[in-house]
């Protein structure tokens, strides 16, 4: 089997709602959807989900390297190879971890359609849902207990509530939102790198009344030591995100001893080849992980879950961020409902694009 033809298809589609975190808001998401073709009927479904502020990308980086750089080392090649081909990219690519992300998903899924098998079993794992959060953006006090209600009307178990912008109001949300909720749901925080390590240690302290789960990302991603002041202050868990990128990344974390926990980002490491090394070395230290996600379809929101599903050290997940989006511009994939992702056993990500090939 040989690749025979690679085709990015950038995509924009328009937030339900704008999502505002410490760093900026969003109202529309434009990623890349990315076809691999073989000389066979198989083809395999990717994407690319960049961001500028994490990944150092944007929809038309992407598309320009997966045009210029990634199809000619793949054309040709047998897309079963996956180890050796993402090397391959790796090597020849020094960043743009999203566009290697899309080729990388997309090569798993061929391996599953050749083996008919689903994504979650050739990883080594069985069952068939994970329990997810519920992630609501920065609002006034009053809108965040409004939706949270909502959201556990819903089905949600676990929220993840966005802060980072203004400390004394962080806290009194939460505890407003814990006085409304009471303390059955499972609350998580995340920064977004929006403090300061004297605020964070202070909001930190300020919320360990509140049972959150764990407190993520709360300084700058460069300042390690700044984490781990953090860390060795609170009681809450500290979770590393933009932090930790790559293996390189959480080796260093370990080292640095900086963090609790790890959110590991198929678009910031690249994909599941990846994201399965990251995972394996944050559990030989003794690091539980989270598969989390940016704004992103069903096509890596569902490859996310089957990872999750899959991974023994992979313990919480963050895969929300298709249950934003206007509208889904494929069918199948990830079934969520009652504060579960769900997937099938159809072979590979079990995703049909065929709307937009």
Same mark, same amino acid.
Request: hydrophobic share 40%.
């Given at each position: 089997?040989?690749?025979?033809?690679?085709?990015?298809?950038?995509?924009?589609?328009?937030?339900?709602?704008?999502?505002?975190?410490?760093?900026?808001?969003?109202?529309?998401?434009?990623?890349?959807?990315?076809?691999?073709?073989?000389?066979?009927?198989?083809?395999?479904?990717?994407?690319?989900?960049?961001?500028?502020?994490?990944?150092?990308?944007?929809?038309?980086?992407?598309? @320009?390297?997966?045009?210029?750089?990634?199809?000619?080392?793949?054309?040709?090649?047998?897309?079963?190879?996956?180890?050796?081909l993402i090397n391959k990219a790796n090597s020849a690519i020094s960043f743009n971890s999203s566009a290697k992300c899309a080729v990388d998903i997309a090569l798993w899924d061929i391996l599953g359609k050749v083996s008919k098998q689903p994504l979650k079993t050739l990883l080594g794992g069985g069952g068939d849902r994970v329990e997810i959060s519920i992630t609501?953006?920065?609002?006034?006090?009053?809108?965040?207990?409004?939706?949270?209600?909502?959201?556990?009307?819903?089905?949600?178990?676990?929220?993840?509530?966005?802060?980072?912008?203004?400390?004394?109001?962080?806290?009194?949300?939460?505890?407003?939102?814990?006085?409304?909720?009471?303390?059955?749901?499972?609350?998580?925080?995340?920064?977004?790198?929006?403090?300061?390590?004297?605020?964070? *240690?202070?909001?930190?302290?300020?919320?360990?009344?509140? @049972?959150?789960?764990?407190?993520?990302?709360?300084?700058?991603?460069? @300042?390690?030591?700044?984490?781990?002041?953090?860390?060795?202050?609170?009681?809450?868990?500290?979770?590393?995100?933009?932090?930790?990128?790559?293996?390189?990344?959480?080796?260093?974390?370990?080292?640095?001893? *900086?963090?609790?926990?790890?959110? *590991?980002?198929?678009?910031?490491?690249?994909?599941?080849?990846?994201?399965?090394?990251?995972?394996?070395?944050?559990?030989?230290?003794?690091?539980?992980?989270?598969?989390?996600?940016?704004?992103?379809?069903?096509?890596?929101?569902?490859?996310?879950?089957?990872?999750?599903?899959?991974?023994?050290? *992979?313990?919480?997940? @963050?895969?929300?961020?298709?249950?934003?989006l206007e509208k889904e511009i494929v069918e199948g994939g990830v079934i969520t409902e009652e504060g579960e992702n769900r997937i099938s056993e159809k072979e590979g990500l079990g995703v049909?694009?065929?709307?937009?090939?």
């Amino acid at each position: 089997m040989k690749i025979t033809h690679i085709k990015p298809i950038p995509i924009s589609i328009p937030l339900k709602q704008p999502f505002k975190i410490a760093y900026g808001t969003h109202t529309v998401y434009e990623g890349v959807i990315l076809v691999i073709k073989t000389d066979s009927e198989i083809y395999g479904i990717g994407e690319a989900s960049p961001s500028s502020k994490i990944t150092g990308e944007t929809q038309g980086t992407v598309i @320009d390297i997966i045009e210029n750089k990634i199809k000619p080392l793949l054309l040709g090649e047998d897309p079963l190879n996956i180890e050796a081909l993402i090397n391959k990219a790796n090597s020849a690519i020094s960043f743009n971890s999203s566009a290697k992300c899309a080729v990388d998903i997309a090569l798993w899924d061929i391996l599953g359609k050749v083996s008919k098998q689903p994504l979650k079993t050739l990883l080594g794992g069985g069952g068939d849902r994970v329990e997810i959060s519920i992630t609501i953006g920065i609002k006034p006090i009053d809108a965040t207990i409004e939706e949270a209600n909502k959201l556990i009307t819903d089905g949600a178990k676990i929220l993840k509530i966005k802060i980072g912008l203004n400390p004394r109001e962080d806290i009194e949300k939460i505890k407003q939102l814990r006085a409304s909720i009471g303390y059955t749901p499972a609350i998580r925080v995340d920064a977004n790198q929006g403090y300061t390590v004297k605020e964070a *240690i202070w909001v930190g302290k300020k919320l360990e009344p509140y @049972d959150i789960e764990f407190l993520e990302q709360p300084v700058k991603p460069y @300042d390690f030591q700044g984490m781990k002041q953090v860390k060795n202050s609170i009681a809450i868990p500290v979770m590393a995100d933009e932090s930790v990128h790559s293996l390189q990344d959480t080796i260093r974390a370990i080292r640095e001893d *900086i963090c609790d926990l790890i959110n *590991i980002k198929l678009m910031k490491s690249g994909g599941i080849m990846n994201a399965t090394k990251i995972a394996a070395a944050a559990e030989g230290a003794g690091i539980k992980c989270m598969l989390g996600c940016m704004s992103e379809t069903k096509v890596a929101i569902t490859a996310g879950t089957h990872l999750a599903i899959a991974t023994e050290n *992979i313990k919480y997940a @963050d895969l929300d961020g298709h249950l934003g989006l206007e509208k889904e511009i494929v069918e199948g994939g990830v079934i969520t409902e009652e504060g579960e992702n769900r997937i099938s056993e159809k072979e590979g990500l079990g995703v049909n694009c065929r709307g937009i090939l």
